[in-house]
């Protein structure tokens, strides 16, 4: 990507591989929940880095009906919800951040541009991340499954009073950038190593992490429409509505 000033009213960001390096620790856990099917390991690989950023839920319901093809209770669902929790939530709140990611959030705020968080980390499970890695006064809102990323972009821009077109998203997965354009917002790619996305192809900006954004100050604020509410950075909000 070329480095010259970017003028954004709002950063969006997703969190796995965006700001924390925690990707493959989610890769590792679909792994490991399925190891008694080492027949489907390779399908369940695949599909899940085709589909970075969607709900683990999702992913689960795909494995049962696709390749288990086994019937899955609401119980049973949300038991396979929480073992994934117990695998990834220690090894993620302990996974380096994305190289220049730390300091872009703090430029912002310093920028007074707010930032905010759409991942398909469960909510709450996600705004406990964000706490215990001490993000909440650099983030301004986030919001986690099942909340749908192109909801939350709409969210934004009701309840901030924000243009998409004003607004710079930047993910690492097809449902980051699906979401961007349905909505109208300029998307940059994080790549990653061994990823099935071929940016190139559908024409997207890529960096390889987010020192761009932080060397020579090239993020920048613009002004917010006339009417804007509450665009000023604050701690994490809990709400996911």
Sequence with gaps: MEERPVSVSALILDFDGVVVESTEIKTQAFQEMFRKHPQHLGAIKEYHQKHLGMSRYKKFRWIYKTLLKKPLSKRKLKALGARFSNIVLEKVMRAPFVPGAL?????????????????????????????KRGLGPLVTRAWGSPMEKSAAIRKIRALYGLRSADM????DGVFDYDAAKKEGVPFIARRSPGEPVDWARLGVPTIADLTPLTRLQNL???????????????AVSMANG
């Design 103 to 131: 300091e872009t959030l703090m430029h912002c705020k310093d920028a007074g541009i707010p930032v905010f968080i759409i991942s398909g980390t469960p909510h709450r499970e996600l705004c406990r991340i964000i706490k």
């Design 168 to 171: 710079l998203f930047i993910g």
């Design 220 to 234: 920048r604020a613009t002004a917010a429409p006339a009417g804007a509410a509450g665009a000023t950075p604050s």
